[in-house]
């Protein structure tokens, strides 16, 4: 009983301490100090086409009870539920581009968090015509919504839905949880593409989104604690695209916009993160590709920790 006692005066003291640390940090916080910023990694292949054992581009930031989405790859919202996060705890959406494999469920997560109980606002933020897009896909669902609202009782969704089109990097939000700030990343021929950083009271996150190796990148992850960088194993993209009648044409593709994990380490260490993931595995399931080589690739240049992300895994 006596070690039990003492064991809770120590939890309450490291507690406090760090609430007190935090504070410091970040002016405003108050005394209680909000549960740590999460960082869930929700799909991590790279490509459009379904996969058995990785999902599609998306990752959740969870601050203060709040749930940050960015990118909507295909099966966002089934796997945010098979995180632990609450659909309807969704506050923001963010889409680093108009890939079909970073938004191709964007509609579907709000109309799903919508029918699983969701009932506060959502501000989307992303490249134009994300407006559009959005218009479109409640046309599209359109009686989908008005019978549920009228059956069900449900609000009307398209007031619910903030729309915010971003053009150029820069300050994209601050409220109580994060700061948010975007750079133009360079991911041809889509155009704009952004990478997003969250600072957090605790730690900042870098998620770089598709993209050939960028200074702007560096500069917007320069000192985070985390970068999730797309990555990719130019050895193994002939296998990759082998039997494809478009082949050389996608191999040319793939490895002309993306960031091989040699280059990522790169990037991590030019910017002076502590940790680097990497996500967007091209390819995404080769059993000949191992996560020690792609640790390998990145640790020839970067000496921080490397982490080669898997689905669901939080960091």
Known sequence: MQNNRVGARRRRFLRGAAAAAASALWPGLGPTQPAPTRLILLGTAGGPRPRVSRSAPAQVIVANDTAYVVDCGD??????VAAGVPLQKLRHVFLTHHHSDHNADYGN??????????????????????????????????????TRIEDEGRPPLEPLIG???IAAGGLVLEDENLRVTAALVDHPP?????????????????ISGDTKPSE?????????DVLVHDSLYPEAVDRLVAGVANASKLKESILSHHTTAEDAG???AAAGVKTLVLSHLVPAED??????????AARAHFKGTII????????
């Open 109 to 146: 997560l709000l109309l799903l968090a919508w029918t699983a109980g969701l009932r506060t606002h959502v501000d989307t933020w992303g490249p134009p015509p994300l407006a559009e897009m959005t218009r479109q896909f409640l046309a599209m669902n359109a009686f989908d919504i008005a």
């Open 75 to 80: 099966g966002v919202a089934r796997q945010l």
């Open 163 to 165: 729309v915010h089109e």
């Open 216 to 224: 702007r990148l560096i500069e917007l992850a320069r000192g985070a």
């Open 190 to 206: 889509v155009v704009p593409a952004f990478g997003y950083r969250f600072d957090a009271r605790d730690r900042s996150i870098v």
């Open 308 to 315: 080669v992300g898997k689905d669901l895994l939080e960091i």
């Open 287 to 296: 059993p000949a590709v191992t996560d020690q080589m792609w640790i390998d």
């Open 266 to 268: 790169r990037v991590a």
